[in-house]
């Protein structure tokens, strides 16, 4: 049974950064796609940003690009999204996936993912 847990949350002023990391356990790390999607009260849980093991690519929404930057650590089997300039627009809690069978059309779709950790919140506020 793989778990996930998130960390790195926290409140900030805009322009700041943060990192979230996202510890894995269970299961061979390098076997598993993993992704980032964010949530805000009242809408479903949108895609951030993935990494797909089968192609070794990362892929990101378009309002994360060239701001967001995810990586992975193999010897801590952990996960991290790097977030820099960050806006109002950002808070959302923020959740970690994983899946060894998602299938590369599939890595935008929450219901599509099968295993979630419980959620770091991040807060942009001046």
């Known amino acids: 049974q793989v778990q996930l847990r998130e960390s790195g949350g926290g409140l900030v002023q805009p322009g700041a950064s943060l990192r979230l990391s996202c510890e894995v356990s269970g299961g061979t790390f390098s076997r598993y796609s993993l992704a980032w999607f964010r949530h805000t009260p009242g809408q479903e849980r949108k895609f951030v940003a993935a990494?797909?093991?089968?192609?070794?690519?990362?892929y990101y929404e378009d309002r994360a690009k060239g701001r967001f930057t995810i990586s992975r650590d193999g010897a801590k089997k952990t996960m991290f999204l790097q977030m820099n300039n960050l806006n109002s627009d950002d808070t959302a809690i923020y959740y970690c996936a994983a899946d060894s069978g998602i299938i590369l059309s599939s890595l935008r779709q929450p219901g599509q993912w099968d295993y979630w950790g419980q959620g770091t919140q991040v807060t942009v506020s001046p």
């Open positions: 990494f797909n093991y089968r192609n070794g690519a990362s």
